[in-house]
Each structure stands twice: as structure tokens, then as C-alpha cells.
């Protein structure tokens, strides 16, 4: 049985793998009879070896395949790969495809890979073979859906605004959302999951990364701001979300500066500014203390200013963030 499993939603494609893996019986003799292969690496004899390797103590045996099919993708979508003639290249998919196509009824292989275009040679060779399940990033409807039904699969529930909230907060990564459901459910104890619990549970899950990204850009430091922005946005944060994070926390430590060169007390700064978790109050503090008030104002300012631009349509959120590091981090210190 060949079994081909593609897309940029690994979250949805790895709970399909593991329903693969279920449906073959004992998990200890599954361990035993699986092996993993690198795609990008895989001789055409190593394939057919491990293909053709008898299972032990059982029917089945699972190999899983990682890339290959990424192998015979168009120009630039494969990565470093090594570079293969045309003809070269349409030999070699012709006898993966001769070598697939005879592997014993023993073993379950499953071709694993991202994004996959449909002229892919190797993939379009296939799919009449193979039980082809693609899985791209959910979005809009189909995202609000999907987490309306993992709630109730967690035993909560959930108002259309919490839902909302969730996808404007974490997008379409499942990984995050997942993880994040799980924690509102326990959070929520029983009753249903509001728009304020999102607001409350999700954004600390950020925060510290947020906090991060604050002091590399008052530091001019270029590339820890766009490597912790990437980490952000790769891990499922909207941009709209950052940049309401990033500008309640500049607002947050120009707030804190006025207060301490009043000779504010950290308990009534505290209060004034609404902060119930210690670790943001030291962090505030902190950023207070670092930098020169001009250089946390002009950072609001671009703040702004930036949001403006994604509101008016001038720039997409993402794009936006990245001019603002950008502009931001070239400038001199005064």
C-alpha cells in the first residue's frame, strides 16, 4: 500500500500518519517494523532494500519516507538539493516509480512532504497508485471549524467571539492552536471558553518573545529583531497581533519612565499600569531603565505610524513589521 502525504499543515498531516500507524495493529511490533528515510538522500537501492526486508513477527512493516517526492519539484522548490540533469532526472523518477511499483504487499510506504506543485513528475507518476491525502494551511472558515471541533474534542466550549479571537491571536498554525486549546480548557474549567480567557491565556504564551523583540530593536540590533520576528510569525502569530503587542509593550515602558522620574513607588506603578504578572513588571522595569525616553518615543511613533500603513491597505501586516525593524534598527543613536 503506497500512501502519499503533502502539504504545509504538518499538524493535520502528522494526526493522518499516526492513523496509518494505528491501523497496523500492535505498537510494539510496529516499532520494530518501521523505518525512516531521508528522501533528499535515499539510493534507489536502499529504497528497494528496505522495501523488500520481510516484517518481523508480523504483516506489516511501515516505511516512511521524508522528501522524496520534493526531490523532482521544479527549479528552487527543493532547497540545496543536488542538481540533476533533465534526462538524469526523468531516469531516476522511472525507476523509483518501476521500483514503488513492486514492493510486496508487506509493506505500507508513505511519501511525506511540504508543498507540493502538480507538475511534479513523481507525484503526478504516483497518484493513480497511491491514496494521495494533501493537507494546506487552514484559513477563514475552515480554521474557525477546525477549532470549534478540537474544543469539543477537548471537552469545552467555545463562543464565536473566543473564536475569533483565537484565529486574529494564533493563525493557522495547528501546532500552536492545539496547544493553546488545551490550555484555555483547563483554564476555563468546565464553563465556555469567552473572548476575554483567549485574551488572557494566549497572549502570555508570546510575550516573552515579544519582550525579546522590544529590547533588539531599542538596540538597534538588526538581526536578533527579524530572526525573533520570524520565530513569532513561524510559530503562528498574526501579524495584527504583533504589532498590538509591540505597541502595548513601548507603551507600557514609556508609561513606567514617566512614573519612575516621578519618584513612583514599583507597587503604584504596578497598579497604574494594570500589570498583575511579576515577571512583566521586572521586564518593564527593566527596559525603562535601559533606554533614553526619545529612543522608546520614536520607537512608538514608528509604531504607529505602522499600524496606520497595514489599516489603510498600503503594506500586508508581515511586510510592514519588516520595514519597521528595518527603519528602526538603521538608525544612529542620539
Known amino acids: 500500500m503506497l500512501y502519499i502525504l503533502s502539504g504545509q499543515d504538518d499538524f493535520s498531516l502528522g494526526e493522518s500518519l499516526e492513523e496509518i500507524k494505528r491501523g497496523m495493529g500492535d505498537e510494539a511490533l510496529l516499532a520494530a517494523n518501521t523505518t525512516v528515510l531521508d528522501g533528499q538522500q535515499v539510493t534507489l537501492e536502499q529504497l528497494k532494500a528496505v522495501c523488500e526486508t520481510v516484517p518481523f513477527l508480523s504483516e506489516r512493516r511501515l516505511v516512511i519516507v521524508n522528501g522524496?517526492?520534493?526531490?523532482?519539484?521544479?527549479?528552487?522548490?527543493?532547497?540545496?538539493?543536488?542538481?540533476i540533469t533533465p534526462v538524469n532526472r526523468q531516469n531516476e523518477h522511472k525507476?523509483?516509480?518501476?521500483?514503488?511499483?513492486?514492493?510486496?504487499?508487506?509493506t505500507i510506504l508513505v511519501l511525506i512532504d511540504g508543498r507540493l506543485v502538480s507538475k511534479n513528475p513523481l507525484l503526478r507518476a504516483l497518484s493513480t497508485r497511491a491514496e494521495v491525502r494533501t493537507f494546506p494551511l487552514l484559513r477563514n472558515t475552515e480554521l474557525r471549524k477546525w477549532i470549534q471541533r478540537r474544543v469539543l474534542e477537548e471537552g469545552g466550549s467555545i463562543?464565536?467571539?473566543?473564536?475569533?479571537?483565537?484565529?486574529?491571536?494564533?493563525?493557522s498554525n495547528l501546532w500552536i492552536m492545539s496547544s493553546e486549546i488545551n490550555k484555555l480548557v483547563l483554564f476555563t474549567s468546565g464553563r465556555r471558553i469567552e473572548e476575554e480567557d483567549v485574551t488572557r491565556v494566549v497572549?502570555?504564551?508570546?510575550?516573552?518573545?515579544?519582550?525579546?523583540m522590544v529590547d533588539a530593536i531599542l538596540e538597534f540590533k538588526t538581526g536578533i529583531a527579524e530572526q525573533?520576528?520570524?520565530q513569532l510569525?513561524?510559530?503562528?502569530?498574526?501579524?495584527?497581533?504583533?504589532l498590538a503587542m509591540l505597541l502595548r509593550q513601548v507603551?507600557?515602558?514609556v508609561r513606567a519612565k514617566e512614573l519612575r522620574n516621578q519618584g513612583k513607588p514599583e507597587v503604584e506603578i504596578q497598579n497604574k499600569l494594570g500589570l498583575t504578572s511579576e515577571f512583566a513588571l521586572r521586564k518593564t522595569l527593566e527596559q525603562?531603565?535601559?533606554?533614553s525616553l526619545a529612543r522608546i518615543k520614536e520607537a512608538y511613533h514608528r509604531l504607529l505610524e505602522t499600524d496606520l500603513s497595514i489599516k489603510t491597505g498600503k503594506y500586508s501586516g508581515e511586510l510592514a513589521l519588516n520595514i519597521l525593524i528595518a527603519e528602526l534598527c538603521q538608525r544612529r543613536k542620539t
Open 203 to 212: 497572549s502570555y504564551s508570546h510575550q516573552v518573545n515579544v519582550f525579546a
Open 68 to 83: 522524496l517526492l520534493g526531490r523532482f519539484e521544479p527549479k528552487g522548490k527543493s532547497g540545496g538539493q543536488k542538481k
Open 251 to 253: 507603551e507600557m515602558v
Open 159 to 171: 463562543s464565536l467571539g473566543a473564536v475569533n479571537q483565537l484565529v486574529k491571536l494564533v493563525g
Open 233 to 242: 510569525l513561524e510559530r503562528g502569530a498574526a501579524p495584527a497581533y504583533l
Open 228 to 230: 525573533s520576528l520570524q
Open 288 to 291: 525603562a531603565g535601559r533606554y
Open 95 to 106: 525507476l523509483l516509480v518501476d521500483c514503488i511499483s513492486q514492493i510486496p504487499d508487506s
